[in-house]
C-alpha cells in the first residue's frame, strides 16, 4: 500500500484535486543541467559503500501541502533495486477498483503496525504481503529521511538490494501489475520532470514526475513516488 495517499486523494483533498489528471498539469522544467548518476555509482558494491559511510547531504523534499486535517501517521515504503545485469527498481501499479490510490504507481509499502519490530520490518511485511517478495531475496541497506505526503502519513522510504531470482505473488486485491525501470532511468535528472498545479480554492502544488515509457505502457512515476526517489538521486550525487 503507497501510504503517498493511503486515505485516498478524493476522499481527503479539496474538491479542485479529485479528478485532476497529473499527465494534463504543465511541465514547468526538466533537470537536464544536473549530472546522472554514473553506471558504476549503481553497483550493490557502490551502494552498500554508499549506505555504510553516507556523505553530508540534505534531501530536496521532506514536505508536501498539507490537505487534510487527518492525524498524523507513520508508514514505510520498500524501495527494491533489483540487481540484474542492468538494475532496476521494482513498482507497482495500484488496482483501479480501490477506494485509495488506485491506478497509481507506487512502492510496496504501508502503514507502520504496532506488531511491526520497526520501520524496516513494516516495509518487509507490505512487500511481502502486496507482492510476495520474500524478506530471503533482500538486503536492507538503509532508509532515507522521512517523506510527508500531502495526507499527512510521514514515510520513511527503506532502500534495498533484491536479488533477480525471486518470483512474485501479487496480491490482486491491491496490485494490478509488478513492473521494473531502469535504475539508471531514474537516476538521470533529464529524466524528471517538474509540474505545478494552482487554483483559487486550493493550495498551490509543484511535484516531481519521471514517466517511463515501457514498451505500449506508460509509467507514470509522480508525486510522492517521484519525490522519494529524487531524493535517492541527491543522497547518490552528494
Known sequence: MQPSSVETINAVLPSAL?????REVPVIGVDSALPAIAPEQLSARALRARFAKP???????????R??????????????????????ILLTERTTHL????????????????EDANIAAAALREAWEEVGLSAEYIEILGCLPTYTTITAFIVTPVVALVRPDFELAINPYEVAEAFEVPFSYL????NHRRHALVGEDLKSREWFSMPYQ?????????????????????????
Open 55 to 65: 556523505p553530508v547531504w540534505a534531501p530536496e523534499l521532506r514536505h508536501e501541502p
Open 99 to 114: 477506494s485509495t490510490h488506485s491506478g497509481q504507481v507506487a512502492f510496496p509499502g504501508g502503514r507502520v503496525d504496532p
Open 187 to 190: 537516476m538521470n535528472p533529464a
Open 214 to 238: 515501457d514498451g505500449e505502457h506508460e509509467r507514470y512515476v509522480w508525486g510522492a513516488t517521484a519525490g522519494m526517489l529524487r531524493n535517492l538521486y541527491r543522497f547518490l550525487s552528494a
Open 18 to 22: 479529485r479528478s485532476f489528471d497529473p
Open 67 to 88: 490537505m487534510t486535517d487527518r492525524a498524523p501517521a507513520q508508514a514505510a515504503v520498500l524501495v527494491p533495486i533489483v540487481m540484474r545485469a542492468e538494475p532496476t
